[in-house]
Antibody, heavy 121, light 107 residues
C-alpha cells in the first residue's frame, strides 16, 4: 500500500521560508512525478507544482518566484521550500503521487494526510 | 490558466436521490478531467479520472461524462457516506487547476 506523509513545522513566521518533506513508502520515487497542492482554511485546492524523479520541475507561475522543489531518490522523499511567507500562505499542504493513466491522462491518485501550516508572528 | 467553474456550489439531497454536478472549462481540456471527493479534515481522493473512468474501489453509483469544455459527475442513489465536497481538476496543461468545489449535503 502506497503511503505519503508530509512533515514540517506547523508554525512559520512571516517573511521566513517554509520547508516541507513528503516521505513515500510502498512505492519507489523513481521514474514518477510527485506533486504539492495546498488548501487555505475553508477554501478550495491550489496546485503548487510537481517534480519528476530526475529533478525536473514545473511550478505554478503564481508561486514560481518563491518556490523550490527537490527530490532525494536515496531517501525516497521529495521536498518543498516556499519563501517570503505571508498570512496568505497559511494552508494545509498536501503531497500527492502523479499517475499517468493508460489513457494518457494525469491524475493525483495517492495523497498524504496533509500538513497544516500557519504563518504568524 | 484554464478556469474550471463548478455548479452548483452547494446542494442538499436525500438518500436515494440522483445528483449531478457540472464542471465547465474555459477552453477545451479534451478528456483530461478528473473528479475528487474530499471529506472534512481529510485529503481529496480521486473518484473519476479521464472524464469517465471510475477509480478502483469507488462505488459504481458514481459516474462521469463529458469532454471538451463540459463535464458532469453523477451520483446515482445518494448514500450518507457521499456527503463531501467534490472538485473537478484539469490535467490538460499546467498549471493544473481545480474547480471551486461543490458541497453535497444529505438532508
Amino acid at each position: 500500500q502506497v503511503q505519503l506523509q508530509e512533515s514540517g513545522p506547523g508554525l512559520v513566521k512571516p517573511s521566513e521560508t517554509l520547508s516541507l518533506t513528503c516521505s513515500v513508502s510502498g512505492d519507489s520515487i523513481r521514474s514518477q512525478f510527485w506533486s504539492w497542492i495546498r488548501q487555505p482554511p475553508g477554501q478550495g485546492l491550489e496546485w503548487i507544482g510537481h517534480i519528476y524523479s530526475s529533478g525536473t520541475t514545473n511550478y505554478n507561475p503564481s508561486l514560481k518566484s518563491r518556490l523550490t522543489m527537490s527530490i532525494d531518490t536515496s531517501k525516497n522523499h521529495f521536498s518543498l521550500q516556499l519563501g517570503s511567507l505571508t498570512a496568505a500562505d497559511t494552508a494545509v499542504y498536501y503531497c500527492a503521487r502523479v499517475n499517468i493513466t493508460s489513457f494518457g491522462v494525469v491524475v493525483m491518485d495517492v495523497w498524504g494526510q496533509g500538513a497544516t501550516v500557519t504563518v504568524s508572528s | 490558466d484554464i478556469q474550471l467553474t463548478q455548479s452548483p456550489s452547494f446542494l442538499s439531497a436525500s438518500v436515494g436521490d440522483r445528483v449531478t454536478i457540472t464542471c465547465r472549462a474555459s477552453q477545451s481540456v479534451r478528456n483530461y478531467l478528473n473528479w475528487y471527493q474530499q471529506k472534512p479534515g481529510k485529503a481529496p481522493q480521486v473518484v473519476i479520472f479521464a472524464g469517465t473512468n471510475l477509480q478502483g474501489g469507488v462505488p459504481s453509483r458514481f459516474s462521469g461524462s463529458g469532454s471538451g469544455t463540459e463535464f458532469t459527475l453523477t451520483i446515482d442513489s445518494l448514500q450518507p457516506e457521499d456527503s463531501a465536497t467534490y472538485y473537478c481538476q484539469q490535467s490538460f496543461n499546467t498549471p493544473r487547476t481545480f474547480g471551486g468545489g461543490t458541497k453535497v449535503e444529505i438532508k
